[in-house]
Each structure stands twice: as C-alpha cells, then as structure tokens.
C-alpha cells in the first residue's frame, strides 16, 4: 500500500502537457489609435497551431478564426454601457488540387502557397475600425475587451462530437484595455 502511495506521489511530479488554449496564443501587440475621425483597432497574435487543427486542416476541414472587441463606457454607478461590438471571421481551408492555402474573409479571398503565410493574414488586423470619435465622450473613461480565437462552432457536426472533453481546438486570447 505504502509503495502504491509513493508511486502515485512520484508520478504527480511528472511534467504535464502544456493546455492548448494557454500555449497557443500569444498576444503580441493590441493598441488603439485616433484616425480618420474613428477610434480604430490594431492587433498581433503569435499562433502555434496544435497538430489535431493541422491534421484537421491538411484534411480540408474549413477551420474558423474570430476576433472581437467590445468598447464599453465605465460607469460607477450602474454597469458598464456597451457603446460598440465588432467582430471578424476568417475562413482558413487548403485546397489540395492546387496546393495553396485559402483565406476568407467576407466575400474576399486570398490563396498563399504556406501555411504560415496564410496564418500571417489571420493573425494581424490594422486599422480596424471600433466606432466613430462623434460616440465617444471625451470626459468620460472607456475600456475595451478583445479576444480571438479558434471558433469551434463553425467545425462540421462530426468534429465536434469528438471535441468533447478535449482541448486541441481550444485555442484562443483575450485582453482587457483601458482606453487613454
């Protein structure tokens, strides 16, 4: 009993596989700045896709990326007013006929030769517009939230039957930005 105990014990000082989610993304840079009379947007994400989203994509399985920033007007005395939501989806597919990586982006696509080309488009957005500077008040204090991620509910039925429980898709970042 005693040696079962030291086992267990020497087998939870064991390193554990790092979470998807965590080790994935890494924020590099995300900044607002004031043009053309609107408050705008600029992000940088480093991605390591896991090897089940490669695989997956190899396969030609259409996977989805989503960024998303909220502005929100702080408020000390009720919650926080939501003045503005944008969001963007890329649609990431390989076309095995021609071996070249598609990127969508609303009716707009773009083929690269690489993976990682076409990941270099998903990850960075640059003047991406928020709200016009008319909706914003300059006495009051704003805070923005963003996130991107891998947006599993756009994965095929099948994909996400499988995806319960695990984390391989799980991968994404989110930030909380006080507006200057």
Avoid at 66 to 95: C, F, G, H, K, P
Avoid at 118 to 132: C, E, F, G, H, K
Wanted: proline content about 5%; overall charge neutral; cysteine-free.
């Amino acid at each position: 009993m005693l040696g079962l105990v030291a086992m267990l014990l020497a087998g939870s000082t064991l390193p554990r596989p790092a979470q998807a989610r965590g080790d994935a993304v890494e924020l590099v840079s995300l900044q607002t700045m004031r043009s053309d009379g609107a408050l705008t947007l600029e992000f940088v994400t480093q991605v390591i896709l896991p090897r089940a989203v490669e695989d997956a994509l190899q396969r030609g399985v259409p996977v989805y990326f989503m960024a998303q920033a909220t502005l929100w007007r702080n408020r000390w005395y009720w919650r926080d007013e939501r003045i503005a939501r944008v969001s963007r989806t890329w649609r990431l597919a390989y076309q095995p006929l021609t071996s070249t990586w598609r990127v969508g982006l609303g009716g707009l696509n773009q083929n690269y030769p690489t993976l990682a080309e076409a990941m270099a488009t998903v990850t960075r957005l640059s003047q991406w517009r928020l709200v016009d500077l008319s909706q914003i008040d300059p006495d009051s204090s704003y805070s923005i939230d963003f996130s991107w991620r891998l947006d599993t509910s756009q994965l095929p039925s099948p994909m996400l039957i499988g995806l319960i429980g695990g984390s391989e898709f799980s991968i994404g970042v989110e930030r909380s930005l006080r507006l200057e």
